[in-house]
């Protein structure tokens, strides 16, 4: 008979369990024993088959390092496969803890070094071949059990969102799904999901809320990388919810850590009921409101891609710049509630469709007829501006020649009254197909938006006297402070072309709050860190004309054209206010003509930008021919200067609107 081998413990700790009795048959690599110590489970696995003779130990009592825990008589088996409690069915299982001994050779500890008797074997030395880790082939099989649970899991979650159903209605309806736009606006293949496997924090909602409404992670743009999430409509409405609140705020807070971009594609259908009506769900809503902290450290951009009420309505409030696809709504609240609340009956175009807010709030920056434009969009915002605050903007191949431009003053009437449209310039001044219009159908008595002059990206600013002879009203104010406060964040230089007759005056914009808005915006020419640089175009009338970026202001180049008209008033109103009872008090109509005319040349002639360029307020007069090329060495050489520190841009911290 052989004789019997000791089984050591090859650590200190607790006896956990024991699965085997005095006179169990047992095969190499069956669980004898598991070892509890520092909180891990240690198994303790057979090195032979054949019976256990005595155990020497009991559950719960504690046992020392080199210890015997059990006798074992090495003796054939049957051969049938060991199970493992992990699940793993193996029959040459491994062995790592149990320490042996042989009783012939006189119990020495484990680990001596002694040369095996003849017709024994050392237990304290396996078999090379025989792998030294416990169990290693059932935790590799747990592991892999594991990993393909895992990748179930996640694919039947991004395959199927909240219901298979739902995603294929949602495409036989010609819609998107939150995955398909995260999809089409990155890189093929660049996403990277964060919180795939949220779920509602109510229990019966579980089962039945994959991603608790809110999609989003990683990717890249033109080889950029963003954060980028969105609403999942399949998922109760992409309502707002307590784990989906999180998930926003955590992608939000990565992007802060890494500085880069991120994207939001919002189409939430509201607060989710029941969860937020209690105090305590409704006090979790405030990490929602953490993203009006960004203070521009990192671009925001939202694309309004559906019915948009409550939480993604908030945030795009809260960007930079928003997109919004026709026959979406953008809104705080649904019409439902209205007509519940109210009584008001009204449909949700009227409350906030894209044309409510391309043209009457200014709340949208550009509204497009398809989602692929509004990708297209977002990625040709994004080309402009820098990853995050602490970036310089990058600067791309330049497009058109650096150049007098022989046909650029012929764009601009000579005469002060006649229209013309101030984007063709813009156009023409910029490098060709650089020129991205923000806000086109809004405020149109000013254009403005990004471009690029010889490569640099730039913000551009000019009046329109297409539209109200390119007047300053509220409401172009607020459109020029949206964008001067972009700009000056992201360090983006300003180019101002002025043709402008004055502020707006009346009773309505009095009503809407002219004095608030103007002096809004000058506070941000004053305060912005940004490079500036001015060209008188054609005239330039009031106080408008340091509303501007003019004389006295913060501009780094201050250029006039020749012809360009600078004064307090127009001449011929300013005449006809300064003058009007000296004319009155002639009788002869030609007579009063003639001496109108002479008193509005006169005045005229002190408009003239020599006058201010005589006392230094304007920096050069240039030929127009030369815009072009002037602003595109002032460019050059500003991007040379000293780039402020983001604490020093007082507008990051402005309001985005």
Not at 341 to 347: H, K, Y
Not at 473 to 492: G, W
Not at 592 to 612: D, I, Q
Request: glycine residues 10%; negative net charge.
């Amino acid at each position: 008979m052989a004789k019997p081998m000791s089984i050591t413990s090859p650590l200190q700790g607790t006896i956990w369990q024991l699965n085997v009795t005095t006179g169990d048959e047992v095969r190499r690599g069956q669980e004898l024993i598991i070892i509890e110590s520092m909180k891990m489970e240690h198994a303790i696995l057979a090195p032979e088959s054949g019976v256990v003779s005595l155990i020497r130990v009991e559950e719960a009592a504690p046992v020392a390092k080199g210890e015997k825990l059990l006798e074992l008589v090495p003796q054939e088996v049957g051969a049938a496969e060991v199970v493992h409690p992990g699940g793993a069915s193996t029959s040459t299982e491994r062995v790592e803890l149990a320490e042996v001994t042989d009783e012939g050779a006189g119990g020495q500890a484990p680990g001596s070094a002694t040369q095996p008797m003849d017709g024994q074997r050392d237990h304290t030395a396996p078999d090379p071949d025989t792998p030294t880790s416990v169990s290693e082939e059932t935790a590799d099989a747990a592991e892999s059990h594991a990993r393909a649970d895992r990748s179930e899991r996640a694919e039947g979650i991004r395959r199927d969102l909240g219901g298979a159903d739902k995603v294929a209605a949602l495409h036989a309806d010609g819609q998107r799904t939150i995955r398909d736009h995260i999809n089409g606006l990155l890189d093929s293949g660049s996403f990277t999901e964060i919180g795939t496997f949220a779920r509602s924090m109510r229990e019966d909602d579980r089962a039945t809320t994959p991603g608790d409404g809110k999609i989003g992670g990683h990717g890249t743009v033109d080889g950029r990388p963003i954060a980028i999430f969105g609403d999942d409509i399949t998922v109760k409405r992409g309502s707002s919810s307590i784990v989906g609140g999180r998930k926003e705020h955590r992608i939000y807070e990565r992007a802060i850590a890494m500085g880069i971009p991120m994207v939001h594609f919002g189409q939430t259908g509201g607060g989710r009921i029941p969860d937020l009506v209690g105090s305590e769900g409704i006090s979790e809503l405030g990490e929602l409101f953490l993203m009006a902290r960004r203070r521009h450290q990192i671009p925001m951009a939202t694309a309004i891609v559906g019915q948009s009420f409550g939480g993604s309505s908030f945030l795009s409030a809260l960007s930079d710049f928003v997109v919004m696809t026709r026959g979406s709504t953008l809104a705080v609240t649904s019409p439902k509630v209205f007509e519940v609340a109210t009584g008001e009956v009204i449909t949700f175009e009227e409350v906030g469709g894209v044309d409510v807010h391309a043209r009457l709030t200014g709340q949208i920056d550009l509204g497009v007829e398809t989602d692929d434009e509004a990708y297209a969009a977002i990625r040709r915002w994004l080309s402009y501006l820098p990853s995050n605050i602490g970036e310089a903007a990058p600067r791309t191949e330049p497009t058109g020649p650096i150049e007098s431009d022989p046909e650029l003053p012929a764009m601009v009437p000579a005469s002060r009254t006649r229209a013309y449209d101030m984007r063709q310039v813009v156009a023409r001044i910029c490098d060709p197909g650089s020129v991205f219009e923000l806000q086109p159908q809004f405020a149109q008595s000013v254009t403005s938006g990004l471009a690029r002059i010889d490569g640099w990206p730039v913000g551009f600013i000019a009046n329109n006297p297409m539209f109200k002879a390119g007047v300053l009203d509220p409401e172009a104010c607020q459109k020029i402070v949206r964008l001067c406060t972009v700009c000056d964040s992201f360090n983006l230089p300003i180019v101002w072309l002025v043709d402008v007759p004055g502020f707006m005056v009346g009773k309505q914009v009095e009503h809407d709050r002219m004095l608030h808005w103007g002096m809004r915006m000058m506070q941000a020419l004053q305060l912005a860190s940004t490079p500036t640089l001015t060209v008188c175009i054609r005239k330039a009338f009031g106080l408008a004309w340091q509303a501007m970026n003019g004389a006295g202001m913060v501009s780094n180049g201050l250029y006039a054209w020749p012809g360009a008209e600078i004064g307090f008033m127009d001449p011929e109103v300013g005449v006809n206010v300064a003058y009007g009872s000296k004319l009155d008090r002639i009788d002869d109509p030609e007579a009063r003509e003639a001496e109108r005319l002479a008193l509005v040349a006169e005045v005229s002639n002190a408009t003239s930008p020599y006058e201010a360029a005589g006392t230094m307020r304007i920096d050069e007069i240039i030929e127009p021919a030369d815009t072009r090329r002037i602003l595109a060495n002032d460019l050059a050489m500003l991007a040379n200067r000293p780039v402020p520190p983001p604490e020093a841009r007082i507008l990051a911290s402005w309001p985005t609107s």
